[in-house]
């Protein structure tokens, strides 16, 4: 098997100090978290960024900021993958501020979700082509992320027209709200459904955390944890940083014979340049 790719979703945009006091808001808290997360085995870094507050933002001199924060602490070959998904109510334009630091990758997300309540994720056809453009021009590499089988066929379909460009890597997402549950059966329905010639990144949300990401080491494909997705190390064990969760995916993978990828060979398997 490929050595196993760690992406460290270090803050998002919902999750809050209330949920657990080590969720990063500032610029140093999110250079401090994502240090810790490079340091105990995670090559990408999934970027979301908040005011000091706590309050989410896309803003492009925020984002600014935090990379040029973590670049500062973590080596240039550290991959840093701004969201374009921002949080739920901001425009499409918002959202598309990060692209202007041309980063190598960034997440497309790749259909609309109900949140749950009133709140909407919305991602039209168009505005996938769109934000697809843009980062074609840009020369940024798309991270599809997909929350159900649907969304991963829009893909091939925008992928068929030339409109995403191949070979795709996919982020699927599992026990969010409105998405697919994280049954193994649903992992499993999931990765079925990808392109051939695709690699993929599991990422499961809150007490799925952990059975996904092994389900998806011995499958064959990557892994995502953090404090986005999850604040808990084990149950009611909150987890005290983003190196916290990294750990133990690596323990894990370890036990089931995964070597851990270098940011470099990250790279390689992604068709990034080497730095």
Not at 69 to 88: D, F, K
Request: charged share 25%; glycine share 10%.
């Amino acid at each position: 098997m490929e050595p196993l790719i760690i992406t460290a979703s270090i803050c998002g945009a919902e999750v809050t100090k209330e949920h657990n006091p080590a969720v990063p808001y500032t610029v140093e808290e999110i250079g401090r978290e994502a240090l810790s997360a490079y340091r105990a085995g995670a090559s990408i870094i999934h970027l979301h960024v908040r005011e000091d507050d706590g309050t989410p933002t896309q803003s492009y001199d925020r984002f600014k900021a935090c990379m040029e924060e973590i670049y500062r602490l973590c080596p240039p070959e550290l991959i840093v993958q701004p969201s374009t998904g921002g949080a739920t109510g901001m425009s499409a334009e918002e959202r598309l501020q990060p692209l202007r630091l041309n980063p190598e990758m960034a997440t497309l997300d790749c259909g609309t979700l109900n949140f749950g309540g009133d709140e909407i994720f919305v991602n039209t056809e168009n505005m996938i082509i769109e934000f697809a453009r843009q980062m074609m021009e840009r020369n940024v590499k798309p991270e599809v992320e997909v929350f159900d089988k649907g969304m991963i066929d829009l893909a091939k379909r925008l992928n068929a027209r030339g409109q995403i460009p191949g070979p795709m890597h996919f982020n699927l997402v599992l026990g969010v709200n409105g998405g697919i549950s994280a049954e193994p059966r649903d992992l499993l329905f999931m990765v079925e459904s990808l392109p051939a010639d695709s690699t993929y990144t599991a990422t499961g949300i809150g007490r799925a955390a952990f059975p996904i990401a092994t389900m998806a080491m011995i499958l064959g494909g990557h892994v995502r944890v953090g404090f986005e997705d999850n604040v808990y190390l084990a149950r009611g064990l909150k987890a005290q940083s983003n190196g916290e969760l990294v750990e133990k995916v690596v323990r894990i993978a370890k036990e089931l014979g995964r070597e851990i990828a270098t940011p470099q060979q990250a790279r390689e398997i992604l068709g990034l340049n080497p730095k």
